[in-house]
């Protein structure tokens, strides 16, 4: 019987460092082929942009990408995609198959979609486990109020706590007791920008016990589901404006990520709760799958309406600049 491709499902909460991580696990695969699946929660896809690869023999893995959106993969409005995009894979030759899950993925379903891949694939890919990546300096503040970051963890073979560098060694080990407590079959790796030693998330071969579907996660919990809503804007912003308005509404969303056009050139947007970051877009996708790009902000909060009314009204009133960037007319839209 063929050995079957190694396919493994990445999660973590918005903001944890997947999309750090999986480039990393890419890099380490050298002279392999790669396929990926990307997925985002909001209707903009803005991981898959940030993706390196794709340099072939030689150099890193050769990866084909995938992308879904506007939901998580276990939901009942995208599952049924996420099978397809798999069995898109069957017969392309891949030494791995990886998924980058949503930082909302809810994956009690698990063992039911593995089952469903299993099926039209024929067993050709040989899932080696989740691994849900941790943030340790938001961890304990958020895993009280969402109850999707939990049942990541409990759902997973590995959990990498990331970020160790930003919290004192005793935060470090509440973090990593809390997880163990969640789930105490796991296996917890400590680290910062996603760096894991060569090998780290390689097992047996043998597929792992994948805990059936837990009616406690049903449901998103007290908060509800959050909700995303994206930005965009045909003309240009002056970088100030832009970084003001981030400040007013960062504190109150889980993240805020993507590209937006500015009078100092493309910026690459990356908001962590009230962390904001901005910089220069070439250097924030170095390297990336710059064809991939979508421009425009997806914002995704808890707050739901109230957010999302404020944002656009502040987001109107940003001055622009005379032109649109194809010298034509303005083109202001939302969605």
């Known amino acids: 019987m063929a050995v079957s491709v190694p396919f493994r499902i990445v999660t973590g909460f918005l903001g944890s460092g997947k999309t750090t991580l999986v480039n990393r696990l890419l890099a380490g695969m050298k002279d392999k082929r790669a ?14 942009a940030l993706i390196e690869g794709g340099r072939g023999p030689g150099g890193a893995s050769a990866v084909t990408v995938r992308e879904l959106r506007n939901g998580q993969l276990f939901c009942s409005c995208l599952v049924g995609s996420f099978i397809d ?4 894979f069957s017969g392309a030759g891949l030494d791995a198959l990886w998924v980058e899950a949503s930082g909302l993925a809810k994956p009690a379903a698990l063992l039911d979609t593995l089952g469903e891949i299993t099926a039209r694939t024929g067993g050709e890919f040989g899932f080696r486990g989740m691994v849900c990546v941790v943030d340790a300096s938001r961890f304990l503040a958020l895993s009280s109020v969402l109850r999707a970051i939990e049942e990541q963890i409990v759902y997973s073979r590995f959990v990498v706590v990331n970020k160790a560098d930003l919290v004192s060694a005793a935060e470090l080990a509440r973090v990593a007791a809390a997880v163990r407590s969640l789930n105490p079959g796991c296996t917890v790796l400590t680290t910062d920008h996603g760096n894991l030693p060569p090998g780290a998330l390689e097992t047996s071969g043998e597929r792992p016990a994948v805990k059936p579907k837990d009616p406690l996660y049903a449901g998103w919990g007290e908060g509800g589901r959050p909700v995303a809503f994206t930005l965009d804007s045909g003309r240009p912003l002056a970088e100030d404006e832009l970084r003001a308005f981030l400040a007013a509404i960062a504190p109150r969303s889980y ?3 993507g590209f937006v056009k500015t009078t100092s050139g493309l910026r690459f947007v990356d908001c962590v709760g009230a962390e904001v970051k901005v910089a220069e877009a070439v250097e924030a ?3 990336a799958r710059a064809a991939a790009r979508e421009d425009g902000l997806v914002v995704i909060s808890a707050v739901g309406a109230s957010l999302r009314a404020e944002a656009l009204r502040r987001w109107e009133r940003l001055p622009r600049s005379g032109l ?3 010298g034509g007319a303005d083109h202001t839209g939302y969605g």
């Open 35 to 48: 396929g990926l699946i990307v997925n985002d929660f909001g209707p903009v896809c803005v991981d898959s």
């Open 85 to 88: 995009a798999v069995a898109s």
């Open 255 to 257: 993240r805020i990520k």
């Open 285 to 287: 996708a170095a390297g």
């Open 324 to 326: 649109a960037p194809d």
